[in-house]
């Protein structure tokens, strides 16, 4: 259930993006650049633009949702004590060797 969850909303995300980019700005923004431009002439400029506005806000409020979903109820919980990579490799505790001080060389 975890893994289609993360697809669908991998596939939300995707729409987003792509909801948001073919929105134009005041200077047709990416809309344009992709042939996006004559989707007005289908809807009517007015529509088009509420289309893409409440496309945009309902795939927004989806990604939100499902988010939170994912994070409350489907993420995998580890139930066993969780420790550290460092903590599991802790040699038991013993004490230093004192540190050695170089002999003096003699000259000869």
């Known amino acids: 259930m975890y893994t ?10 995707i729409l987003l993006i792509l909801a948001v980019l073919m929105q134009s ?3 047709a923004g990416l ?3 992709l042939g996006a431009s004559n ?3 289908v809807f009517g400029v007015r529509r088009t633009s509420d289309f893409l506005t409440k496309t945009t806000q309902s795939l927004a409020a989806a990604f939100i949702v499902l988010a939170m979903i994912i994070n409350l109820w ?3 919980r580890n139930t066993a004590d969780r420790t550290s990579v460092i903590q599991q490799n802790v040699p ?3 004490s230093l060797p004192p540190p050695q ?8």
């Open 101 to 108: 001080t170089p002999t003096p060389t003699q000259k000869q």
């Open 31 to 33: 809309a344009g650049g």
């Open 4 to 13: 289609v969850a993360i697809v669908f909303e991998c596939l939300i995300g």
């Open 74 to 76: 489907l993420l995998p």
């Open 25 to 27: 700005s005041k200077g």
């Open 92 to 94: 038991p505790s013993t």
């Open 39 to 41: 989707v007005g002439a």
